[in-house]
T-cell receptor
């Protein structure tokens, strides 16, 4: 069974600092996709960043980057220069081609001014 | 472009009543998903449509939940009869069937259901 684990229910970071959110997953597949979604208090989920498992290079989107460790089945999200607008729930998700997404339980990020 | 639309935004019902949710995906998105998000948990897929056909409904409690997407565009999710444990946010998402599964899902604002 596919599972996604986010071991940090809550995290906080000072504005302008860097924070890393952890995610591990369990799979027997070799070809899959990983995602980080952000869900602000308004509850509309938006995609932050995605990573194809066959790519060795870590994905980067502006201030957001991932540390993808395939052997360890780890997919952490680093947010640099944190901003107040980064405060939200962050969900890690996993997907096999054509199949459903599996989401973790989320990490609530607070940004301290 | 317009986003995924959902209605109603909030619904309060008593247990054993029926309720229906509506979703209109982004124009041109062939794939539509319904998720249940219980407070403190991540979204759980209930059903996935490709056009008007069901791709995956393995986690849909079929004794009480039903969903349809008759014309391959908008969709309704129904609960009949509702139970207390159905209290959750119901999220609709849509995507274009992209290359090798990397297509992004676009989510609607959700419907918050409270069952009393």
């Amino acid at each position: 069974a596919q599972t996604v684990t986010q071991s940090q229910p809550e995290m906080s970071v000072q504005e302008a600092e860097t924070v890393t959110l952890s995610c591990t997953y369990d799979t027997s597949e070799s070809d899959y996709y990983l995602f980080w979604y952000k869900q602000p208090p308004s509850r509309q989920m938006i995609l932050v960043i995605r990573q194809e498992a066959y790519k060795q290079q870590n994905a980067t989107e502006n201030r957001f980057s991932v540390n993808f460790q395939k052997a360890a089945k780890s997919f952490s999200l680093k947010i640099s220069d944190s901003q107040l607008g980064d405060a939200a729930m962050y969900f890690c998700a996993y997907r096999i081609t054509g199949n459903q997404f599996y989401f973790g339980t989320g990490t609530s990020l607070t940004v301290i001014p | 472009e317009a986003g995924v639309a959902q209605s109603p935004r909030y619904k309060i019902i008593e247990k054993r009543q029926s309720v229906a949710f509506w979703c209109n995906p982004i124009s041109g998105h062939a794939t539509l998903y319904w998720y249940q998000q219980i407070l403190g948990q991540g979204p759980k897929l209930l059903i996935q449509f490709q056009n008007n056909g069901v791709v995956d409904d393995s986690q849909l409690p079929k004794d009480r939940f039903s969903a349809e997407r008759l014309k391959g565009v908008d969709s309704t999710l129904k609960i009949q009869p509702a139970k207390l444990e159905d209290s959750a946010v119901y999220l609709c998402a849509s995507s274009v069937p992209g290359l090798a599964g990397i297509s992004e899902q676009f989510f609607g604002p959700g419907t918050r259901l409270t069952v009393l």
